[in-house]
Every structure is written in structure tokens, then in C-alpha cells.
């Protein structure tokens, strides 16, 4: 953990998983109210490494093995908030978020607007989620639409190191609940922590990569793939505009929509299956607010209307550099 | 173990053999308190009636009643110390009424003017009611780990160490929140005690449904004690819950109580009981109810004819002025829709808020 203590002037390179640990070290240094609960956070570290370091750093009060049941975490972080706490659940993998949908979605959510404002609900729920990694049934899912379709939660979903240190921060200091989505096959490659300075609010999507032909938008790991479609294009002589959306609720359009306005055209992607889905959204709300600016109808990259499949076909699921730039030469013939 | 009970269903004092570790727990009361027990009884089933009078004529959109139960909530709710925390599940009206909550708050919620209804660190700190069955056993258990984080309880001095009380019936009990809300206290040794309604149905199912062993018995699947009192007997339901909290706010973890007790109403205003229940089961039932056995004891302490006159007129005026301002029960504003979603800004609620007040605005001027 030595290498990700914080100062000013420091700048880092660290893989996205130890960012988010030195992230969560600073919000327990900041507030003691902050503590961690998981299945497997404790000595382990969490299967993906994440809380490593904090259990021997913080002791078993403030990062807590829990039992191994979903409601029981986020019940009782509910609990813990209403006590005044700032409980930052750790769920497994996307696929068992499920057994705490009810807990999330009827209570958490709602628990501020019942008490007609009296409480917070300052509570995070981290969720590595989405695939790339060749795992089996449940280990690969993107379950983002269910949270961002749900009043009274927050949902962000970091692409890079950078972020996943602030925004967790940030996160964790939100008198909302907030749904974490951390994308896990971006949990090892490095890149730059700027530990003296954060730049950027939590809801604030942004421009990670200029071109003036087409706008393309995605959030989490969908953004290298974005930034690999990108780099193609140039070399096409296609200059490829990649919006990074950081937030999914609220979404904030403003990058999206000065984006568009200049190249009048836009894909959005995402590994989620696109029907009813944050890639809908956006379509749905660039149509109607950005329709004279439009050259070409708003198209969507998506996994399929289908279960994840097995790893073996991943590839053919996932869209991938090529399956974006198909979309982008589709709408560049109009 | 047999049922705890001290009153027959003559209202006969005759302590159950297991009721005995639990005597020296009577001695806290005085005769006013018994008289208060008493009171608050009867005062609440004359509330009842009036709250489903007002359902039935159009003022309430659903009344749940809790006639029967009243022994087993006002005996827990007295064994509670003030600084402790009660979560309630949805019909636990006197129990909200000992902790200070005014009971008409409880029907702003059922008429429709708010989700919540007050603010618990102003009653007594009886939380909300939460209407999906067992949610708040695990906000409950939560909030005892919160206690024990904050040092505010297990430290030797009762009169300031916390405990928690958990409210949820035979139906909720086949919940899994309930099951990983015992889990997690056992676990975390909170201080907290499970009460437990049995009121025999879950709307229109029997707990025979819902449980093939005698629902205190699964405590100790969980680690932990387990004890099934006569719900109908309002010493029984005090004594053993103060000895509960006691035990858990002195470090010695958590309990479950079973108090068998039976919902003599419907389930609500939306249920029709004749459809699913013989009047033999109901007959058994009101021959134990849990007022009149009390009364026959207090009669037989010397309590006079007059005290039980002066009970029925305040109750009556308790309900005429529960109806009169029930009625006077205003919605509140649009904004209300919008206002309390988030703690921090969110630009597309305050949009939808914006465009709903210029929509409105659009109107005005216009004959309605």
C-alpha cells in the first residue's frame, strides 16, 4: 500500500483494482464512519484484491467479513446508515447482486424519500461486473439498467485509474446511494493516478478522445474498446469523437450533446443487451434533444438480447473495436 | 419448552413452570403501570375500530388492524428503555403510541399523504413502518451492529446501554431477510431481540404453511435463545422482552420471542377472513383475548368498576378526536413528488420538477 499513499505532488502508476483500494484507504483515513463490509474482504483481500491491505490496516470493525448472504450485507449496511455510518458494500461478482435487488431497489433507494428527507442513505455498493475475463455463468454480466432505472440510486462506472481513485472518493462522500460498477477486466492494466488532484466531478461524463466525424459513447471497459475503435479510424482518416459517460444516473448529456452537435452522428455502445437499456437512454434523449444536429440515426452497440453466453463465445458477444466501426461506417453513409 | 405465560385466559394469576426465571421481572411494575398496560389496551382497540370506520368511509386507503395482538405489543413495548431503538413492521400502532408517536401520524401514511409518516428520533425512536415483509428485520439487525460499533452498549450501565427490537410475524418469518437478519446477529452477537407475532396468518394462510416446527424453536438453528410466550398475556409478553433486552444490551447477544397471539380482525381492509377461517378457530381466540383476561385480573387486584369506566370514556375520546383530525389530513404539495428523491442536486429530477410546475402553470386562468 506504501506505493499508493497519497501526497499533493504524487502521481502513480497503478493498475485500476489497487487504485480503488488506495481510494477506499483515504475515504477510511477521512471519515471513520467509512467501513467496508464483504464477502471475503477481510485477510483475502476480496476475490479481485481490492480490499488488500485494509483489513490488517483498519482491523475487523471497520472491514467486515461478512456472512456469505447479499441481502444481509446491503439489509444491514441500511442499518448502519441510519445509525450514522457510510457502509461501502462489496458484492462478489455482477451476478449476485441479485439475492439484494429487493434490499437496493424497495428499501435503500427509497429510504430517504420515506423518511420525507430526515435520513442519508450514504451508502456505496461496489460491483465488479462485465466480461472480458472468460469466467463461467454469472461472473461476467452488466447489470447497470436495473440500477439506473431505479429512483433514489446513484450508478457510476469509472474506465481508468485516475477515476476509480477519485471517484470512489467521491462516491463514498455522496449523501446518496451510490452503485459502483467497477469493470473488471480493467482491474489490472495501469495507468496514472494524480493523487493531488481529481479534475472532474463524480456525474460529469467527458470528451477522452477528440475526432469531428462521429461521436461514440460507452462507460467502464466498453471505453478502451472505444479508444481502440478510435485509433483505427484515424488511421482510416475518420476521426472518431469517444465520450467516457463516467455517470449513468444522472447521465450527463452535456459532452454528449456539444459532441454532436459538431459531428452529427453518434453510436453508442455497451456490453450490456441493448433493449430497455442506458444505450436506450441515450438515444432516446439525443433524438430529442439534439434532432436537428443529427445526420444519421442514432445506433447502439450492444451484447445481445440474450443471457451472457459462455466464455468459449464470448468474443462474438462482446462488441469489440470491429463491431463499433461497422456502426460508425454505417452511419457515416447517410 | 412450554409457553410463558403468568395469566390464564380467565385472568387467573397461575405463572407456567417456565414462567418462573421471568418472575422477578414483575417486579418493576406498579400498579399504575398495570393500570397503564390496561389503558393503553383498550384505548388502542377503541382506535382500531375507529381507524376502520374511517377506511370504510372513504377517508383511509387501507386500515390494518391489530385488534387481538395488543397484549403482545404493549407488554414488549413497556419492557423497551428509552434509548432504545424499535422497528416496527406495519401493525404495530400502540406500540408507536408508547414511544410517544401521535397515532394519527400513523394514518397520514394510510391515507395516502406521505410514504413515511414521522420522524423516529422525534418518537421514542420507533422507526418506520416497512410494508415488504421482513426488510427491516435486517435494517433492524444493522442497526444493533451500529450500537455495538459505537461502544453505546454492552458497557454495564442498563440505563444507557442500547438495544434494539425488531417487529415481524409467522408470514415474514419464511422470509429470507428474516433468516440472514438472525444470521447476521447471531454472528455479530448484536443486542437485539426478534419479537415475533405469531398472529397464526399470513392474510389468508395458515402458519402451519409457513412452518412445520413451533417458529421459536428455530432460534436455536441460529445459535441463539429462543422462547415462546402467551402472546395474550401482556406480564408474560413484558417480562420475558425486558429480560430479552436486558440480556442483549448487557452483551449477551440476541433473542427471539414467539408470542402465539391471533389476528382476530382481517388482514387489512382488503381481506374478507370468512373466506378462509372457521368460526370455531376465531371463537377459541376471543375467549383468550387479552383485555378482557387482564381486566378480570385487575378486578380480582381490587381495581374498581370506576377506573374501567374512565378507560372507555377516554377511549372514546380518544377515537372522536383521532377521527376529527384524520379528517383535517391534507396532502401535501406537488413538490413533494420531487423533493426528498435525493439528498444532493440531480439535474433530471429538478428538470422533471421544473416542466411539471411550468405544465401546472400552463393552466391557470383556466375554469377547472
Known sequence: MSEATPSAQNVHNLPMAKAITAGLRQAMIDDPKVLLMGEDIGPLGGVFRVTEGLFAEFGPRRVLDTPLAESGIVGTAIGL??????????????????????????????????????????????????????????????????????????????????????????????????????????????????????????????VVHPGKDVTVVGHGAMVSVLLQAAGIAAGEGIGVEVVDLRSLSPLDFGPILDSVQKTGRLVVAQEASGFASVGSEIAATIAEKAFYSLEAPVLRVSGFDTPFPPAAVETHFLPSPDRVLEAVDRVLAY | MPTVSFLTAEGEFLPSESAEEFVPYLDRLSEDDYRRFYRDMAVM??????????????????????????????????????????????????????RGLDVVDILRLLRGATMGGWKPEEHGNFHLYTLVLAAQTLHATGYAMGMQFDGQTATGNPDTDEAVIVYFGDGASSQGDANEALVFAASYQTPQVFFLQNNHWAISVPVSRQSRTPLYQRASGFGIPGTQIDGNDVLASFAVTAKSLDDARAG??????????????????????????????????????????????????????????????????????????????????RSVIFDNVYAEPHPLIEEQKAWLDRYEASFEGEEA
Open chain 1, 81 to 206: 446508515a441510519l445509525r450514522g455510518y457510510r457502509p461501502v458494500c462489496e458484492i462478489q461478482f455482477d451476478g449476485f447482486v441479485f439475492p439484494a435487488f429487493d434490499q437496493i431497489t424497495t428499501q435503500l433507494s427509497r429510504m430517504r424519500n420515506r423518511h420525507e428527507g430526515g435520513v442519508i442513505m450514504p451508502v456505496v455498493i461496489r460491483i465488479p461486473y462485465g466480461g472480458h475475463i472468460g469466467s463461467i455463468e454469472h461472473h461476467q454480466e452488466s447489470p447497470e439498467a436495473y440500477f439506473a432505472h431505479t429512483p433514489g440510486l446513484r450508478v457510476v462506472s469509472p474506465s481508468n485509474s485516475h477515476d476509480a481513485y477519485w471517484m470512489m472518493q467521491d462516491a463514498i462522500a455522496s449523501d446518496d446511494p451510490v452503485i459502483f460498477l467497477e469493470p473488471k477486466s480493467r482491474y489490472w492494466p495501469k495507468g496514472e493516478v494524480h493523487f493531488g488532484q481529481n479534475g472532474i466531478a463524480l456525474h460529469a461524463s467527458r
Open chain 2, 45 to 98: 382497540r377503541r382506535f382500531d375500530t375507529e381507524a376502520a370506520n374511517l377506511q370504510r368511509q372513504g377517508q383511509l386507503a387501507l386500515w390494518v388492524p391489530s385488534h387481538g395482538q395488543e397484549a403482545a405489543q404493549v407488554g414488549s413495548a413497556y419492557a423497551a428503555r428509552p434509548q432504545d431503538h424499535i422497528f416496527p413492521s406495519y401493525r404495530e400502532h400502540v406500540v408507536g403510541m408508547i
Open chain 2, 252 to 333: 449477551r447477544g440476541p433473542a427471539l420471542i414467539e408470542a402465539l397471539t391471533y389476528r382476530i380482525g382481517a388482514h387489512t381492509t382488503a381481506d374478507d377472513p370468512t373466506k378462509y377461517r372457521d368460526a370455531e378457530d376465531l371463537a377459541y381466540w376471543v375467549a383468550r383475548d387479552p383485555i378482557i383476561r387482564f381486566r378480570r385480573y385487575l378486578t380480582d387486584l381490587g381495581v374498581g368498576g370506576d377506573f374501567f369506566t374512565s378507560v372507555d370514556e377516554e377511549a372514546a375520546d380518544f377515537a372522536s378526536d383521532v377521527r376529527r383530525r384524520a379528517l383535517e389530513i391534507r396532502g401535501p404539495g
